[in-house]
């Protein structure tokens, strides 16, 4: 959900930026340490995209996720976070962008993980509580806001087609040329341009029509349309391929990713003591990761 507030109120939260090397004059941390193996165990049980790539893509997605840790602060507000959670966070800004291996997150610096749902008060206790994540601009900028519950249950259920963190960070896709209008200019030619624009159009009046197994949501505006849609687009490629041949060839271009040809699923660990550690170290189980695995 995008929400603009004015200046005054507390709740305009996180704008995103995606810039090439050559034009990056901020510090940027890079990791110099390996991807640790517990960190390798959670992302395997956790995230079914990462569970689609080869060996070499893998590792790229782990040092991209480190990389994003190391440049953008996880923090609890009134509830306690693990590591758990800051890799899914990371996983979540990730995946919109692994087809763009130059292009950095440069304007989003910390996002808040409250409990559960909020209201635009930041209020977790009462009624008009429905905000599950917020983006926007003002005097909170390069932040943003997201409900640990909503995060979490993103990555448990790889099949509804929904996954809110995904969805706000694709909001700040959207908004790289200075707008969330649906139209992620950057990222789209030029001459795409027209016929996406008519394609949300249709898609909007089929959800209007009650033709269409696009989330209800995405009726609301194109902003929504867009980041409701690239979530159907990372979670069930094959399906979207199927009913909305049009809708995913286009996303295809957007993200340079060809999802329909990868298998997302995730892999239900189940490891012994004594069974050879899933980090490859060639270790024991109880002698590597075991040591500090933590869900």
């Not at 110099?32 to 193996?37: I, K, L, R, S």
Request: charged fraction near 30%; charge should be positive.
């Amino acid at each position: 959900m995008v929400y603009f507030l004015s200046f005054i109120s507390i709740a305009i939260i996180g704008v995103f930026v995606f810039k090439k090397n050559k034009n990056f004059k901020e510090k940027w941390l890079k990791p110099t340490e390996p991807f640790n193996g517990d960190k390798r165990i959670i992302l395997k049980k956790n995230v079914a995209f990462y569970n689609s790539l080869n060996e070499e893509e893998k590792i790229r997605f782990e040092y991209r996720v480190q990389e994003f840790l190391l440049n953008c602060r996880i923090t609890g507000i009134e509830t306690s976070i693990n590591v758990t959670d800051k890799l899914l966070v990371a996983s979540s800004a990730i995946i919109p962008i692994f087809g763009f291996d130059t292009w950095r997150y440069t304007n989003i610096k910390e996002v808040l993980l409250y409990p559960t749902m909020f209201n635009n008060k930041f209020e977790t206790e009462g009624s008009n509580r429905s905000i599950l994540g917020m983006v926007g601009t003002g005097y909170m900028d390069n932040m943003m806001v997201l409900s640990k519950q909503a995060l979490r249950h993103g990555f448990e259920n790889e099949m509804d087609k929904k996954n809110t963190a995904i969805h706000e960070f694709i909001h700040l896709i959207d908004k790289i040329d200075g707008y969330i209008d649906g139209v992620p200019s950057l990222l789209l030619e030029k001459q795409y341009t027209i016929p996406w624009i008519d394609l949300i159009n249709k898609k909007i009046d089929e959800i209007f029509d009650e033709e269409s197994d696009i989330n209800p949501y995405g009726g609301t505006n194109k902003a929504e349309f867009f980041s409701v849609a690239s979530e159907y687009f990372f979670e069930r490629p094959k399906l979207l391929a199927k009913k909305h041949p049009e809708l995913y060839e286009l996303l295809e271009k957007i993200f340079n990713q060809k999802m329909d040809s990868r298998k997302i699923k995730k892999i239900k660990l189940t490891i012994g003591r004594n069974d050879p550690c899933p980090c490859k170290s060639g270790l024991k189980f109880k002698k590597c990761c075991g040591k500090v695995y933590n869900n």
